[in-house]
């Protein structure tokens, strides 16, 4: 690839029981404000629709970082940081299909009778890093978790997006089975890309560690049955 055409590729991708951090602690106390946002939903964070059962309101954006989904403010300095809850929160994520916000928020993590509602800029599960190799298979970490939320590298199964310039790859089948790649991770595996004479759009194959792989873009289906909300 030549460097003018690396560097166009550059860009095309770059468009595209746990410790309760102390925001948290501030948004469970009394007095926490009602949100009303979009679509006509309306909650409080910590509420408790039923005895012994509170709920809570999160959004996961493009990036990776979850935030209380009504902070004011969302940026590196208020988003969850502690990996301990991250794991906690992510690890039992499932579809939303508690009769309860279903439309604005499509998934839920539950702890007990807590409730954790989720809500995504475009998927649940955002890969952020690929972890160091060793004798073991490589493997994508996301959304914070390190090593305990991680799964396989398959560098064959990569499938970039012409619609939006995002790269997505398989995801944990409970958090909907594909998952986006971050748009610094997607910056660099881009360099790997091959493209087919005639076709500059999309690549066909991906070199890693020295083998050549043709994408199979079999995540295309999953994705477009179970669009982002």
Known sequence: MTSGRFRRRRRMWAMSGALRPWALILARSPGARTYAGGG????????????????????????????LDDSRMKNFTTCFKDPQFLVMFFSRLRPNRS???????PFLSLCGRERNFLRCEDRPVVFTHLLAAGPAPQRLSY???????????????????????????????RAGGVGLVRSALAFELSACFEYAPGAPELPSHVRWQGRRFALTMDLAPLLLAAPPP
Do not use: K
């Open 143 to 173: 959304c914070g978790g390190g090593e305990a939320l991680a799964v396989p590298f398959e560098p064959a199964r990569l499938l970039p997006l012409a619609t939006n310039g995002r790269l997505y790859h398989p995801a944990p089948e």
């Open 99 to 105: 009769g309860r916000y279903e439309a604005y928020f």
């Open 40 to 67: 006509g939903v309306s909650y409080t964070q910590g509420q408790s629709p039923e005895p012994r059962t509170r709920e809570y309101f999160y959004n996961v954006e493009h990036q990776g970082q979850l935030f």
